[in-house]
């Protein structure tokens, strides 16, 4: 039997190492690869794979984000690739999810590609979905309901297309930003600067990218390097040029230029 399986990871060689490593395998065929949250639900929902390698700490939908939002009819096999710390781990060995540890180790790949054939059989998936339910419940915090909800489709529509929190990385470690908390972005090249919680968080990430994350109901962007937080906006204020001035309710103030103006209609609702 082959197995349809779809590499998602943010980080390219990490999706090329994983690649040649499966190469070995002559029953896995790499049908896609992906390199953020949005694009695998979307590969995930048009090919169906069998087996889905899942990097757990992206920009914007992370994997457990991903994994949330898949029809609970078509959800393949799950291996999260992760370099989340001992205690994590342990978590995933409760529920009898599988899992390999950054940097991949070839031993424990084979160790997880094994459980993958035994248990790929609809009889083998028995209680799966509530097992993946109960990681993310135990790692996240994220309460039953919300989660089931989504799951099941008979969440809220935000919650399916927008993520809660933000999964930012620096020097090896992972800060999960509420999404709520973000008072406005600016873009500094291919990083974003994240203002939240009276701090300044670095995303590897382009405006581009993060426009498709964040939710076009709270988040717009007021500058070509700018995206503020709608409902951190206190007052608006003309200014020369037809630009006008942002007053937000930590004090500061952010310029919005005129090619952006016709934003401002966003601003009451």
């Given at each position: 039997?082959?197995?349809?399986?779809?590499i998602v990871?943010?980080?390219s060689?990490?999706r090329?190492?994983l690649?040649?490593?499966l190469?070995?395998y002559?029953?896995?065929?790499?049908i896609?690869?992906?390199?953020n949250g949005r694009?695998?639900l979307e590969?995930i929902?048009?090919?169906?794979?069998?087996?889905v390698?899942?990097?757990?700490?992206?920009?914007?939908l992370?994997g457990?984000d991903?994994v949330k939002?898949?029809?609970?009819n078509?959800?393949p096999?799950?291996?999260?690739?992760?370099a989340f710390?001992?205690?994590?781990?342990d978590?995933f060995?409760?529920?009898?999810?599988?899992?390999v540890?950054?940097p991949?180790d070839?031993e424990?790949?084979?160790?997880?590609l094994d459980?993958v054939?035994?248990?790929?059989d609809?009889e083998?998936?028995?209680n799966?979905t509530?097992?993946l339910?109960d990681?993310?419940i135990?790692?996240t915090?994220e309460s039953?309901?919300?989660?089931?909800?989504v799951?099941?489709g008979?969440?809220?529509?935000?919650?399916?297309r927008?993520?809660?929190?933000?999964?930012?990385?620096?020097a090896?470690?992972i800060?999960?930003?509420?999404?709520?908390?973000?008072?406005?972005v600016?873009a500094?090249?291919?990083?974003?600067?994240v203002?939240?919680?009276?701090?300044?968080?670095?995303l590897?990430?382009t405006?581009?990218?993060?426009?498709k994350?964040l939710?076009?109901?709270?988040?717009q962007?007021?500058?070509r390097?700018?995206?503020?937080?709608?409902?951190?906006?206190?007052?608006?204020?003309s200014?020369?040029n037809?630009?006008?001035?942002l007053?937000?309710?930590?004090?500061?103030?952010?310029?919005?230029?005129?090619?952006?103006?016709?934003?401002?209609?966003?601003?009451?609702?």
């Amino acid at each position: 039997m082959t197995i349809r399986t779809i590499i998602v990871d943010d980080e390219s060689l990490a999706r090329r190492g994983l690649e040649l490593r499966l190469s070995a395998y002559e029953d896995i065929e790499i049908i896609s690869q992906c390199t953020n949250g949005r694009e695998a639900l979307e590969k995930i929902t048009e090919l169906a794979p069998d087996l889905v390698f899942m990097d757990i700490q992206m920009p914007g939908l992370s994997g457990f984000d991903v994994v949330k939002n898949i029809d609970k009819n078509q959800l393949p096999m799950i291996i999260f690739v992760t370099a989340f710390d001992r205690y994590a781990v342990d978590a995933f060995d409760a529920q009898a999810v599988d899992y390999v540890l950054k940097p991949i180790d070839d031993e424990r790949l084979k160790v997880a590609l094994d459980k993958v054939r035994r248990n790929i059989d609809q009889e083998g998936k028995v209680n799966y979905t509530q097992r993946l339910m109960d990681l993310i419940i135990s790692i996240t915090g994220e309460s039953p309901a919300t989660i089931e909800g989504v799951m099941t489709g008979d969440g809220p529509a935000e919650l399916e297309r927008y993520p809660e929190r933000l999964a930012i990385k620096d020097a090896g470690e992972i800060t999960y930003v509420p999404v709520k908390e973000i008072l406005w972005v600016e873009a500094a090249g291919d990083y974003m600067c994240v203002h939240a919680q009276g701090k300044v968080h670095i995303l590897r990430s382009t405006m581009k990218e993060l426009e498709k994350t964040l939710s076009p109901k709270i988040f717009q962007r007021i500058h070509r390097s700018v995206i503020v937080n709608l409902k951190r906006v206190e007052k608006v204020c003309s200014h020369t040029n037809g630009e006008y001035h942002l007053y937000l309710d930590c004090g500061s103030r952010l310029k919005m230029s005129r090619s952006y103006k016709d934003k401002i209609k966003h601003f009451g609702s």
